[in-house]
């Protein structure tokens, strides 16, 4: 897998190094100490019991990155789609996937981060191929650039290492973006 997250029970995975391999798949391990050994590295697949779940193989592109935990859900970037995995509570399908929208996805992992918005409530924020955004429960999916459309245009999204990076820097209460 390229990407790992927690839930705090579980571990996720999503992607692949391998040409060829399920790049919109999400792993995940069987919750922490349901067994002695090898918790954190199994992943079941019996004829009853699949841990995964496919986001539409082939379709707004690969997984990109994960984000979150968000109030208590997972979420999953994809170059052109953005994913919400809400826990059900259920050992055999422990999570529903819903999609949340199928134009705007992150540019890659480095470029998702958790932090808060004005009033002090939690978001992600992320950089997509056509400008910044922030989702957050209470106002879902905002676009946050119209006032760097310009600087935004010039973003190299062809860059060979990393295309954008974001950090909140807690101690300004800022996020801050860089873009090739």
């Given at each position: 897998v390229k990407y790992l997250l927690t839930d705090g029970n579980r571990v996720l995975g999503a992607g692949s190094?391998?040409?060829?391999?399920?790049?919109?798949r999400v792993?995940?391990?069987?919750?922490?100490?349901?067994?002695?050994?090898?918790?954190?590295?199994?992943?079941?697949?019996?004829?009853?019991?699949k841990n995964w779940i496919d986001l539409k193989e082939n379709d707004g592109g690969y997984i990109t990155g994960f984000g979150g935990p968000l109030y208590g859900n997972l979420y999953v970037f994809k170059y052109y789609q953005f994913w919400k995995l809400i826990p059900t509570g259920d050992d055999d399908a422990p999570y529903q996937s819903l999609p949340l929208d199928s134009t705007t996805g992150a540019l890659e992992q480095?470029?998702?981060?958790?932090?808060?918005?004005?009033?002090?409530?939690?978001?992600?924020?992320?950089?997509?191929?056509?400008?910044?955004?922030?989702?957050?429960?209470?106002?879902?999916?905002?676009?946050?650039?119209?006032?760097?459309d310009d600087l935004w245009s010039t973003i190299n999204l062809g860059a060979t290492s990393v295309v954008?990076?974001?950090?909140?820097?807690?101690?300004?209460?800022?996020?801050?973006?860089?873009i090739a």
């Open positions: 190094w391998e040409s060829g391999g399920k790049n919109s792993w995940f391990s069987p919750v922490l100490g349901s067994n002695d050994i090898g918790d954190i590295e199994r992943v079941t697949n019996t004829a009853t019991q480095e470029a998702v981060t958790l932090g808060p918005d004005e009033a002090g409530s939690q978001c992600l924020y992320f950089a997509s191929a056509n400008g910044p955004w922030r989702y957050s429960i209470t106002r879902g999916l905002e676009y946050m650039g119209h006032d760097v954008a990076h974001l950090k909140y820097y807690p101690l300004l209460r800022q996020v801050w973006w860089w």
